[in-house]
């Protein structure tokens, strides 16, 4: 059994680490998975920067999803049985030939499921699927803007507000990546690198999911329409933030608000934190991962995988994700 560590903070050729692992016993609510594959978020590059708040201290084993097959289980575990082919949310550890999780975050999917958009529908699905339904709920026809929308999560909120009927506006950071949008079936895609989203847009938005933070969370929060939500789950922009004043900077640039401005405008504001959520809320992750999974069983959403990477070049895989040149999911296989 072995695991990928991080023993250093900085670039993967210092971060990365592969050691021998012993999985700790088993408890009753839990289920030991021998790893096919993992996959990648952004918050990985954050914790291997450094920058991750929630990240154990180092050395430490990140990852937050797996598919694999069930190799053993605790005496509570009903609705996964020994040999399942699973996908599973993990609380960190996922970078690993072999996980033991909270069987709650375990959901069985068919042998012939494409490993890559298995990946995808753990965190990145499960976001989206808490964001739009829980943390408000999308409603038909509405109007909304999807910050990032070429990556996972931003493809996924797509998927999930096309279903709604939304007419979505939806940002990222290349030519290449607009095309990407509008086959994903954005109504207008913006550049954000080159236009101010906040100029283009001449409309006000229902919903804004944000996760770029700072100016970018101000001005969408500016765009929102009465009875408007603001979806907040991330902050990408914070890796530009180099120094201590940088980083005091961008975090005045979200802005200061009081809670009149909403309630005088009805207007609402949400926090998304998926690990928050899978340590104190397991129900409600089950919940997501059980929907997000019979969605992709009936053919209504799809996850696009941008790459999968073997382990060999997980410096590689990081690289682009971290230099914004990946698309979708993006999955390490052992
Ligand atoms: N709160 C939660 O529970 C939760 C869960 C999952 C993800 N997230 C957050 O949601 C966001 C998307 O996560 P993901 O895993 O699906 O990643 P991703 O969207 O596939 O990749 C991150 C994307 O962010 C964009 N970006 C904007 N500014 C950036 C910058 N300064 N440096 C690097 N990238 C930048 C890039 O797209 P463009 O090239 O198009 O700009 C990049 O491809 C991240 O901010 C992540 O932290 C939060």
């Not at 599973?88 to 042998?111: L, R």
């Not at 109007?143 to 070429?150: D, G, H, Y």
């Not at 929060?221 to 009875?227: D, E, Q």
Request: charged share 20%; with cysteine; aromatic share 10%.
């Amino acid at each position: 059994m072995e695991a990928i560590y991080i023993i250093k903070n900085g670039k993967p050729e210092i971060a990365f680490e592969r050691r021998k692992i012993n999985l700790s016993p088993l408890k009753n609510d839990e289920v030991s998975i021998e790893v096919e594959a993992f996959g990648l978020n952004f918050a990985d590059v954050v914790a291997r920067l450094g920058m991750y708040r929630d990240c154990p201290p180092l050395p430490t084993v990140v990852g937050y999803e797996v598919v694999g097959r069930i190799i053993g289980k605790g005496e509570e575990v009903q609705h996964v049985n020994m040999g399942d082919r699973v996908v599973a949310f993990t609380i960190f550890g996922g970078y690993a030939t072999h996980v033991n999780t909270n069987a709650k975050a375990v959901v069985k999917i068919p042998d012939d499921y494409n490993t890559g958009k298995a990946l995808a529908l753990a965190v990145q699905y499960c976001t989206a699927y808490y964001a739009s339904h829980i943390a408000t709920n999308v409603l038909e026809k509405e109007t909304v803007l999807i910050q990032a929308a070429a990556g996972g999560v931003g493809t996924a909120l797509t998927q999930l507000c096309k279903l709604k009927g939304c007419k979505i506006y939806g940002t990222a950071g290349s030519e290449e990546k607009l095309q990407y949008l509008k086959k994903q079936g954005v109504d207008y895609p913006i550049n954000y690198r080159k236009q101010d989203f906040s100029n283009e847009i001449k409309e006000k938005v229902d919903v804004v999911f944000d996760s770029i933070g700072g100016k970018s969370f101000k001005k969408g929060l500016n765009l929102l329409n009465y009875g408007g939500r603001m979806v907040a789950f991330g902050a990408a922009s914070q890796l530009e933030a180099g120094n201590f004043f940088k980083k005091v900077k961008f975090g005045l640039s979200f802005g200061f608000y009081h809670p009149a401005m909403f309630i005088m405008n009805s207007k609402t504001l949400a926090g998304v934190n998926m690990l928050k959520i899978g340590i104190h809320k397991p129900d409600i992750l089950q919940y997501c991962m059980q929907n997000v999974v019979k969605l992709a069983e009936d053919g209504k959403i799809d996850p696009y995988v941008g790459q999968m990477f073997p382990v060999e070049k997980l410096n590689e895989a990081h690289t682009a994700l971290e230099n914004r040149a990946t698309k979708g999911k993006v999955g390490v296989y052992w």
